[in-house]
């Protein structure tokens, strides 16, 4: 009999040796397997977790042999799941601002809604002006603006916020090669969730800042983001 995941978390690792640890280790009182893809880290983030948590089967490390992108790390993960049996698949940052514990408002949202999509969503957070760094949150607001139009659904915020949960069946229905590699992983995924009418809907996370080194910058970002945006928004069109 084929063995079910019912609940999977997937973590990309780049840089993130420092937090990760403590991020497996706090998904593993939830989740019943847990994928990480070292997305070729120069940190070896991939080996440090298979090092700490040895003959452990609940933990399977992916090694991308070249850096695809958060977005290509996650869909490395993603390809995974569509090969077995799970029902309920999570995306959480490996940098520890996510708290995994997290999770579980995600599985009763998706499940008493019967939704498809759950993101997690730093504005219906009344702290989160006060406790993010500025330029973060204006660059967000901004762009969370700019992903309403481009998308066409004006329901959904926080486009940037990486901790979501989808449903295993929805997910085999996407076509990955259409989702970016790159940081607008979340935003090109929203769009295409849009353009399939799955049901998008927005959940409370608290975000922990703590002198973390981002990856993400969005002065070197915002180009891309705006050319993606242009491509999606007149796209939109031509699909109509």
């Known amino acids: 009999m084929k063995k079910i995941f019912k609940k ?3 973590i990309p ?3 993130v040796r420092n937090n990760v640890i403590n991020v497996v280790k706090n998904s593993l009182k939830i989740f019943d397997l847990i994928i990480c893809i070292d997305d070729k880290c120069p940190q070896n983030s991939g080996n ?6 040895k003959f452990n089967k609940k933990i ?7 850096n695809l992108g958060v977005g290509g790390a996650v869909k490395v ?3 995974f799941c569509n090969k077995i049996s799970s029902k309920y698949i999570v995306k959480i940052d490996g940098d520890g601002q996510m ?11 998706i499940k008493n809604e019967n939704c498809d999509y759950v993101k997690g969503n730093r504005f219906l957070d009344k702290n989160y002006y006060k406790n993010s760094p500025k330029i973060r949150f204006f660059g967000n607001l901004i762009l969370n603006y700019i992903t309403k139009i481009s998308s066409g659904n004006y329901s959904i915020s926080d486009p940037l916020n990486g901790y979501t949960c989808i449903k295993a069946d929805f997910l085999k229905k996407i076509n990955l090669n259409n989702i970016s590699n790159d940081f ?3 935003t090109s995924m929203l769009i295409v969730l849009s353009r399939m009418k799955a049901k998008i809907l927005d959940l409370k996370v608290n975000i922990k800042y703590a002198g973390e080194i981002s990856n993400f910058f969005l002065h070197k970002e915002l180009l891309k983001f705006v050319y993606y945006h242009l491509y999606y928004f007149f796209k939109k069109f031509f699909i109509k």
């Open 60 to 66: 399977k490390v992916f090694f991308n042999k070249k």
């Open 8 to 10: 999977v978390a997937i």
């Open 13 to 15: 690792c780049y840089n």
């Open 99 to 109: 708290d995994p514990m997290e999770a579980k408002k995600f599985f009763l949202l």
């Open 48 to 53: 440090l977790i298979l090092n700490k948590f």
């Open 184 to 186: 607008f992983f979340e």
């Open 77 to 79: 993960g993603y390809n």
